[in-house]
């Protein structure tokens, strides 16, 4: 079983999230945190369960999601997770950031369900199969 986590703010998204997670596939363990700070929380333990990929929300309160990002990057347990920055931004500028500060992908959030289980079905398929 894979470890599936998303940090996103808005809980609505995360149940969709799981919904097209579970019918991508069930081979995966899906894990939601509502914050940067208790993903950090979690991850800082000394029994943890790592994820195997990381989507994360750009525009989280009081942590940012580049601030996560940079974090994963520098924490010798986290730092080779993919991580794909889940976000409503279609700016370039963003993705640019994301990508020169080690986000493996960059994923406008779709608006329609089934462009939703493509893009996690597209994503899983490259990093985790």
Known sequence: MKRVVLIDDDRDDAEVFQE???E???HFVFQ???NGESALAEWSKEEKLLPDI????LNLPQISGWEIL????QTHDLASIP???Y???SLKSELEMSLDQGANFFITKPTN????KRLLAEVLGKVLM
């Not at 990381?54 to 929300?57: T, V």
């Not at 940079?70 to 990057?73: A, G, K, P, S």
């Open 20 to 22: 097209a997670l579970e």
């Open 24 to 26: 991508v596939g069930n």
């Open 32 to 34: 939601y945190f509502e």
């Open 54 to 57: 990381i989507f994360l929300d």
């Open 70 to 73: 940079q974090h994963v990057r």
């Open 83 to 85: 991580v794909v920055m």
């Open 87 to 89: 976000t409503t931004s």
């Open 113 to 116: 369900y089934n462009e939703l």
